[in-house]
């Protein structure tokens, strides 16, 4: 009672006073306006900021890239520097480089800072000679790339040569020794020309570049531009690989401010009127009891429109009690649908209409209805005919009631989908057919958008090679693309886009990631749908290949092993031959001196040295027996070997030879000097070289030859010199090392011992070098690691 009077009460305040209210309301409207506008604003600012970020993001990710493939240039043109820190092929090496990127204007090299290598040469002479490293212009960027040792990219600067360029520096190191640079020169409006960049509306925003001079400190723009940088009207990105700073610039940045002013104006016109019209309202209650009854009037003649559109409806309606299920009115169209007259139908419940397969979620739904945890629903479902015949319907129910109100009815609206359904059903014993086929294919079979490569299918076969399921590969739209093996990824993805874009069916193979992290080989054998002359989506079949890679393989490292002992079989031979030839003939020349000994005496001199010859030889051929056994095993046995008792026993050897020919030694090897190496192979490489030092001696002068063991690099150099006739390396230096390779006319000369030395310390893992001049000498240099 209370409540009401209170009701009734403030009622009455609102009509006495209806300007107040009125002003009340206004205000109110006026705030949730303002919010509104207010927010809508703040929405649109944020879109128009994304938008522009995200553009400036193409253009960084295009620029970035750029300088990736740049570095991988610049790193190529590096690799034509030599061990001895000299370039080779660098004009061939810079030709191909700029054939491959035209977006590059020269390459350079640039050794201890000072630039002496040029490709083009024409046209940028004037860059030639420049110290890089003592120039203030270009000192301060050119330090920053040996520092970081990354490839770094200083400007954009005027030229020597002319015009505005940016110069990618990349630091190189030979032995961790600085040797200088190679760099790539780019135009900076090459460097510029990127689609992301052109198709930028002119109209609405203007693109801007700068960095902090090195020199000044101050922020260069490089970009001619009418309009002053406004940072609150820009969104920005920063390249760290050269310091740059890119700038997307609102052109409008006021643009939004009008719609907003028209937005509140119109909030101010509708809190004015709603205002006036709430003034209205209490002003005249006596007007609006006649526009209630109108509206009463006028809810009766919609309910007698409603009354016509229910019996004479397209759709079966029915009313339904919530509470028993009981059919209290029916339209005909719902009457004919089930076969029975309006009264029968008045006589049926949910029970007995609904087929019995759908009556627990018939009645589930019509639980929830009444408990309020759902106000609507549709469904399929299969009802009876009053001739028992089985018809699909499509049911959507809707409560008469008010919420938080006790349920009360409710109406259905039916409509016959029985031929669909039959259809439905067709298709998808088809489908199943179809999809059960695919499924027994031995590949994945799979379809996917040409554009976006975002599958649209993929068969079952997929768990058993890859151990994904179906599910798993098309929830995620770029699965393809992010399991594919990550040095075959950037390669299989362009060419797929390649040969698509060409209209070209392809196949191609590369590597995946299986769910258990395994690499498993597939051959993808792709067809390209086109359609109206546009290629609309791709359909292929993966094949696991991976048994044929591994087969491949393995007849790849039988070959590789075949060829390995051939070629070790063949060294040994050349071993043999070589070396069983020199204490042969010792030992001949031993026994022709024993049969010419006119005493006992001499003859047992001859004896012992015979004897030491014997004992030479019966340790190289334990050395030989050794290295059978070494390539039968395929690996080299290595032990530590005391490098002046070996030097001692190769001239003990050679000593015929050095007396007959008067040769001084000088040697500076320790006796505690140790190497681990072959014995037999280190046996052959002191042979090899003292006695070519020996037979190629000048005839002018006294043989020496100096015999020096020092370390280099953390590697132990063995040193033999020589003041004979010299080899000219012009001429013949690339194939000093060659079988059969002959320099001189001498009798002896056979041209192998030189290849068996090299391919020895080789199977090492040495190296070896030569210095020689023609009629001054030679030294060769054996680095053992």
């Not at 209170?6 to 002003?23: A, M, R, V």
């Not at 570095?71 to 030599?82: G, M, R």
């Not at 360029?165 to 190191?173: H, M, S």
């Amino acid at each position: 009672m209370k409540l009401t009077q209170s009701l009734t009460s403030h009622k009455n305040w609102f009509i006495i006073k209806p300007k107040l209210t009125g002003i009340l309301v206004f205000l109110f409207f006026c705030i949730i306006f303002s919010l509104i506008i207010s927010q809508q604003y703040q929405i649109s600012r944020k879109a128009k900021n994304d938008a522009m970020y995200a553009q400036l993001q193409a253009i960084h990710k295009s620029i970035d890239q750029s300088l990736k493939n740049y570095y991988v240039d610049a790193l190529t043109l590096s690799l034509t520097i030599n061990d001895n820190g000299e370039p080779q092929n660098f004009e061939a090496v810079g030709e191909q480089i700029l054939k491959a990127n035209p977006n590059i204007d020269a390459v350079q090299l640039v050794p201890n800072g000072v630039i002496r290598y040029t490709y083009p040469a024409k046209g940028n002479e004037a860059a030639n000679g420049i110290d890089i490293l003592n120039n203030p212009k270009y000192r301060v960027e050119a330090l920053k790339a040996i520092k970081t040792r990354k490839m770094y990219f200083a400007g954009p600067f005027e030229l020597n040569q002319g015009g505005l360029g940016i110069l990618g520096r990349l630091a190189i190191y030979k032995n961790n020794q600085f040797w200088g640079f190679s760099a790539i020169l780019i135009r900076l409006n090459t460097l510029l020309e990127k689609p992301e960049i052109e198709q930028i509306n002119q109209s609405k925003y203007h693109f801007q570049f700068s960095k902090i001079d090195p020199i000044t400190l101050k922020e260069v723009f490089f970009l001619a531009s009418k309009e002053k940088l406004n940072p609150k009207n820009a969104v920005t990105s920063v390249i760290p690989d050269g310091d740059w700073k890119l700038f997307l610039i609102d052109k409008k940045p006021n643009e939004l401010v009008l719609p907003f002013i028209v937005r509140s104006l119109l909030a101010l016109f509708l809190a004015s009127l709603i205002g006036f019209l709430t003034t209205s309202f209490f002003k005249k209650p006596a007007e609006l009891e006649i526009l209630l009854q109108k509206q009463a009037d006028e809810l009766l003649k919609n309910e007698m429109k409603f009354k016509s559109v229910f019996d004479q409806a397209a759709v079966g309606i029915t009313y339904v009690d919530t509470i028993t299920g009981q059919l209290l009115e029916a339209n005909k169209k719902y009457c004919d649908l089930l076969g029975y007259t309006e009264q029968e139908i008045k006589q049926k419940n949910i029970q007995s209409i609904v087929h019995p397969d759908d009556l627990n979620e018939s009645f589930s739904n019509l639980e929830k209805l009444r408990k309020g945890i759902i106000r609507e629903y549709t469904t399929e479902r299969k009802h009876i005919t009053k001739s028992n015949e089985t018809i699909w319907i499509r049911l959507t129910i809707s409560p008469l009631w008010e919420n938080n109100a006790s349920p009360t009815n409710h109406i259905a609206i039916v409509e016959n989908v029985t031929k669909r359904k039959l259809a439905e059903e067709v298709i998808f014993n088809s489908q199943l057919r179809i999809e059960s086929l695919i499924n027994t294919v031995d590949g994945i079979v799979w379809e996917c958008d040409a554009k976006t490569l975002e599958f649209t299918f993929i068969s079952k076969k997929v768990e058993d090679i890859l151990g994904y399921t179906a599910q798993e590969w098309m929830s995620t739209p770029n699965f393809w693309a992010d399991h594919i093996y990550h040095k075959d990824k950037e390669q299989s993805i362009n060419f797929c886009i390649e040969q698509t874009t060409l209209k070209l069916n392809h196949d191609f193979e590369y590597r995946m990631i299986a769910k258990d992290g395994s690499i498993v080989w597939v051959r993808d054998i792709v067809n390209v749908i086109v359609e109206n002359e546009e290629v609309k989506s791709l359909r292929g079949i993966m094949i696991d290949v991976t048994k044929t890679k591994q087969i491949e393989r393995d007849l790849n490292n039988s070959f590789n092993l075949v060829s390995e002992q051939n070629k070790r079989l063949l060294n040994f031979s050349y071993i043999v031959s070589h070396n069983l030839r020199s204490h042969t003939s010792n030992i001949s020349s031993i026994v022709d001196l024993i049969d010419s000994s006119e005493s006992e005496e001499e003859k047992e001199e001859m004896v012992q040295l015979l004897k030491s010859v014997s004992d030479s030889l019966n340790e190289t051929m334990l050395n030989l027996n050794e290295i059978v056994n070494i390539q039968t095993n395929i690996g080299l046995v290595t032990e530590n070997l005391n490098l002046k008792q070996y030097l001692d026993n190769t001239l003990t050897i050679l000593a015929d030879q050095i007396e007959l020919k008067g040769v001084t030694i000088v040697s500076s090897i320790n006796k505690d000097v140790e190497v681990n190496y072959n014995a037999a192979y280190l046996e052959s490489i002191l042979y090899n070289l003292i006695s070519n030092a020996i037979r190629y001696s000048h005839h002018e002068r006294n043989p020496t030859i100096n015999i020096d063991c020092f370390t280099e690099n953390k590697k132990t150099v063995l040193q033999i010199s020589d003041n004979g006739i010299g080899i000219d390396l012009d001429k013949n230096g690339q194939k000093i090392f060659g079988m059969y390779k002959k320099f001189s006319n001498h009798k002896d000369s056979k041209g192998i011992g030189l290849f068996i030395t090299k391919n020895q310390i080789d199977a090492m893992g040495g190296s070896i070098t030569v210095e020689s001049e023609p009629n001054l000498g030679t030294t060769f240099k054996v680095y053992i690691s």
